[in-house]
């Protein structure tokens, strides 16, 4: 049997041991994956295209600091959306919550780094500057405590499982 038609039995049994709102969570959770990997391709398609004008425009030159700017401005718009997606995947196959605090952390953190690689230092007050850098020390900060307790957490289901598995 192929490993989509075992998904798809896979998915038929878990669908009908949801309760209404599981299953109402689930084909939300679906449709934004669909629509997301249709932004996910139709960004990936424009910034190929982008890329390749740069080249026949001859734009590509590491002087050139805004086309650069922009090129990895769109790359991390992608990234930031198939970070999303992943989120979305991981809760239509593991049934877990729609808000994972961890992503949404991490696409703020990515969202924060697209704004500095697109930032004009030039342009901006200083006030704004700071405020940017707290933000990100901020998230850093958040997104370190969040990962230290889901280690702590993982932790302590091994040493539950060893020692309902030695009893």
Do not use: C
């Not at 109402?24 to 990997?37: K, P, Q, R, S, Y």
């Not at 425009?57 to 650069?68: C, I, L, R, T």
């Not at 342009?123 to 850093?140: F, N, V």
């Amino acid at each position: 049997m192929s490993s989509m038609r075992k998904e798809i039995l896979e998915a038929g049994r878990t669908w009908s041991t949801l309760t209404i709102y599981g299953r109402f969570e689930h084909a939300i959770a679906f449709i934004l994956t669909v629509l997301i990997a249709i932004v996910v391709v139709s960004a990936t398609w424009y910034l190929a295209t982008a890329v390749i004008e740069l080249i026949v425009v001859g734009e590509v030159n590491p002087a050139n600091q805004g086309a650069f700017q922009r090129i990895f401005g769109m790359i991390l718009i992608v990234l930031i959306a198939l970070e999303f997606e992943h989120s979305l995947l991981v809760v239509l196959a593991r049934h877990e919550s729609i808000v994972r605090l961890r992503t949404v952390i991490v696409v703020a953190m990515l969202a924060m780094v697209r704004k500095f690689i697109v930032l004009d230092l030039h342009s901006i007050p200083t006030d704004e500057l700071l405020a940017l850098s707290a933000a990100i020390l901020a998230l850093g900060i958040v997104h370190w405590l969040v990962r230290d307790q889901d280690r702590r957490q993982e932790q302590q289901q091994r040493q539950a499982n060893s020692v309902s598995s030695i009893g």
